[in-house]
């Protein structure tokens, strides 16, 4: 070890490691102070330490603030190009603030303050700009004052807060509601939506367990079944229904997961949740509009059909019938016709309203369209419970319905079906009370009838005729008979009426009353209505070029055919093309055609008795005329009934109709026409009474265009 003499004393530890660390590395290990190179070692050590912490350190004096030492990041961060920091002082550093922090430093040492205080400085360093987190303070080393600078890049502290400020701007504003709990799920922050779809404020909420919103329609193994997921997976969403702060139970859909710290353990749970009730409403809404009737709300096909099956499953398994009503509305279609679609409508609710009023809870009505109505009865006994229902259907459905201005009554024919007996499936059912239906119908409506075996039969011959209905105009199979009137002033034959007839080629001469009905509905009467007027046309004028001049022919029209718009165009072709005058045709319609839609008709009658076509009103007295649309119609002849002619010489009462007619047409100017002549005393009897034309089997049955008229010379 080095001595020093008496006279010279030792040097400080300051000037001794400046001398040592001048001399470098080597003469660093040849040093003869041992202590002192074990504190140097210590001080590398602890250098490399500051170098590598990346923290900018930076020791000054004070008050100048002197830099006396810098670890190598302060150096490079720091220190002007060329230049080492040791021989700057802190105003040097063009930082910008650093006077500042110097000044305030001073201050604390002045007043003994070692607080550690902070401020964020920018800076360009190698063309970029940098923020840095600066802390400083004053520290005393061996009862020196000097000033400690610890300096640090503010990029990812920035970048963590502008992440944070994002998460919270986003959980502030989101619209579904947000809860934050700590580990033991008391809650410790919630966001505004939260607020608004709870009603609870944060305040209310804060410190408590998320279970005091619970609404109680969850049971225990619910919510059980729910953590167990969240501690198994991290997560769990369902739809859950909870409670608002005033009161009111709504349902949610509810997502929470479990977050865990970087050593796995969880430290939160994020519960997020979106109130559903208006998508729970819509949802409903779209399930009712799938299984209902949109105009009634009545159960549709669909509904029904698994009604149907819950009656069937039951009526097996106790051993009960059940029946099924087909219920159709009378003439609902003359409704639509001439009070609208909107007053139909209405009728069709009010329906419904009464039928729902009368049944059980356990049976089942249905709207099937249009004006069809379904019943189903579950557990009767008998069929006769059936029909006490359908007895009480239309007892009820006989009182006037009020719409508005207007008093309404609608009858119903309903057809009964029951099951085992009919059926043991929803369409044999519904086919066989269908049948039902239609033979109530023909019974004269307004009631109602079970079906029967004999139906299906002559259900099949319907269809067959129908089909075959369709070739038959294609095939030229209708004909056309001819039945004169006789003029009861001389006796002669002056007009005909042509009657529709189709000579089947298997079933021979077809009724007309068993295939104009099917044409009508099916709507092919309109088709072979045009064809009629051609036909009767061509064949009047082939009679009068041949002897009969001034023979005229009646035509009847159906009221589809009447509606039509063109039907004055189809008139007019049908005589250019027999080239026949518009006074030798004459088209009978029905009182219930003309009352239909009265507006309408008289426009039509006008048109057509404007191109000279004769009008006549065909069965007279068996609608609901008003005299005073007679009044307004242009019509040219009556026609009195056959059912008022029968009972003449019987009935005092028909007689008297009869002449009540006849009287109207002589008051009017109209001819009058008695249809069912079948009696000489039926004859004498309407010539004493002024009727001008006979018609019927006693002056002529309907025949072919080859023998109905007598020959001329």
Same mark, same amino acid.
């Given at each position: ?41 210590? $001080?590398? +050590?602890?250098? !490399? ?7 900018? @350190?930076? %020791?000054? =004096?004070?008050?100048?603030? *002197? ?82 600078? $610890?300096? +640090?890049?503010? !990029? ?7 992440? @944070?400020? %994002?998460? =919270?701007?986003?959980?502030? *504003? ?540």
């Amino acid at each position: 070890m080095l001595k020093h003499s008496d006279e010279t004393p030792p040097p400080s530890w300051e000037e001794e490691r400046d001398r040592i660390i001048g001399l470098g590395e080597r003469s660093f290990r040849k040093s003869y102070y041992p202590e002192l190179r074990d504190k140097l070692s210590q $001080l590398e +050590r602890f250098r !490399a330490l500051l170098d590598f912490s990346g923290e900018l @350190v930076i %020791l000054f =004096a004070l008050p100048d603030g *002197r830099i006396v030492d810098a670890n190598t990041p302060a150096e490079r961060m720091f220190a002007p190009q060329g230049r080492s920091l040791l021989d700057l002082r802190l105003a040097d550093i063009d930082c910008g603030g650093f006077e500042e922090l110097l000044a305030q430093i001073n201050d604390d040492a002045a007043t003994g303050e070692t607080k550690l205080r902070h401020r964020e400085f920018q800076l360009h360093h190698d063309g970029h700009a940098i923020a840095l987190d600066i802390d400083y303070r004053v520290a005393e080393v061996r009862g020196t004052s000097y000033g400690v600078l $610890l300096g +640090r890049d503010a !990029a990812p502290r920035l970048a963590a807060e502008a992440r @944070v400020r %994002l998460a =919270a701007r986003i959980i502030a *504003r989101s619209n579904e509601g947000i809860v934050i709990t700590d580990a033991e799920r008391r809650i410790i922050e919630v966001n505004a939506a939260f607020t608004k779809i709870t009603g609870y404020t944060r305040d209310d909420a804060v410190g408590r367990n998320p279970s005091f919103l619970s609404s109680g329609r969850q049971n225990a193994e619910f919510y059980r079944t729910m953590w167990d997921s969240i501690h198994g997976t991290g997560f769990w969403q369902g739809e859950i229904w909870n409670r608002r702060k005033s009161g009111e139970c709504y349902p949610e859909w509810l997502s929470v997961s479990a977050i865990r710290d970087d050593t796995g353990t969880t430290c939160h749970y994020v519960g997020t949740f979106s109130d559903i009730t208006e998508a729970k409403a819509a949802e409903a809404r779209i399930r009712h509009m799938a299984h209902h009737d949109f105009l009634t709300g009545l159960p549709n096909r669909f509904l029904l059909t698994d009604r149907f099956q819950q009656v069937l499953a039951s009526a097996q398994r106790n051993g009960k019938r059940f029946a099924l009503l087909f219920i159709d509305l009378d003439r609902f279609k003359n409704v639509n016709d001439t009070l609208g679609h909107t007053i139909g409508d209405q009728l069709l609710r009010d329906v419904a309203g009464r039928l729902l009023s009368v049944v059980r809870a356990t049976d089942t009505i249905s709207r099937q369209g249009g004006d069809e109505f379904i019943v189903l009865l579950s557990d009767i006994d008998t069929p006769d419970d059936a029909a006490q229902a359908a007895r009480k259907l239309m007892q009820l459905l006989a009182e006037p319905f009020s719409l508005g201005e207007h008093s309404i009554t609608v009858t119903p024919s309903i057809g009964i079906a029951v099951s085992p007996e009919d059926g043991e499936d929803l369409d044999s059912l519904l086919k066989h009370a269908d049948l039902a239906m239609y033979d109530a119908k023909q019974q004269g409506r307004n009631n109602y009838q079970f079906f029967r075996r004999e139906m299906n039969a002559r259900s099949l011959e319907l269809l067959l005729m129908e089909s075959d209905l369709r070739q038959a105009l294609k095939k030229r199979e209708f004909v056309l008979h001819y039945q004169p009137q006789i003029d009861l002033g001389s006796g002669e034959v002056l007009n005909l009426e042509a009657l529709l007839r189709w000579r089947h080629p298997e079933r021979g001469l077809v009724p007309p009353g068993d295939f104009i009905p099917m044409a009508e509905e099916t709507g092919l009467i309109v088709a072979i209505g045009e064809w009629v007027l051609a036909e009767a046309c061509r064949q009047v004028a082939v009679w009068r070029s041949n002897g009969w001049p001034a023979l005229r022919v009646a035509v009847n029209l159906s009221a589809a055919q009447f509606r039509q718009r063109d039907l004055h165009v189809q008139i007019a072709n049908a005589l250019v093309a027999s080239n026949l005058p518009a006074d030798a045709l004459e088209v009978e319609v029905t009182e219930s055609i003309l009352m239909n839609d009265a507006e309408s008709t008289v426009d039509t009658l006008r048109a057509l008795d404007a191109m000279g076509i004769r009008i006549a009103i065909d069965d007279f007295g068996t609608g609901y005329s008003s005299l005073a649309y007679l009044k307004r119609f242009p019509v040219d002849t009556l026609k009195v009934d056959r059912s008022f002619v029968h009972n003449i010489g019987v009935s005092d009462e028909d007689a008297a109709i009869c002449s009540a007619v006849i009287g109207l047409a002589h008051s009017l100017h109209l001819e009058v026409v008695a249809e069912g002549v079948e009696t000489q005393e039926q004859y004498e009897w309407l010539a004493r009474a002024g009727c001008h034309y006979v018609q019927g089997y006693l002056t002529g049955r309907p025949n072919d265009a080859a023998s109905c008229l007598p020959r001329r010379n």
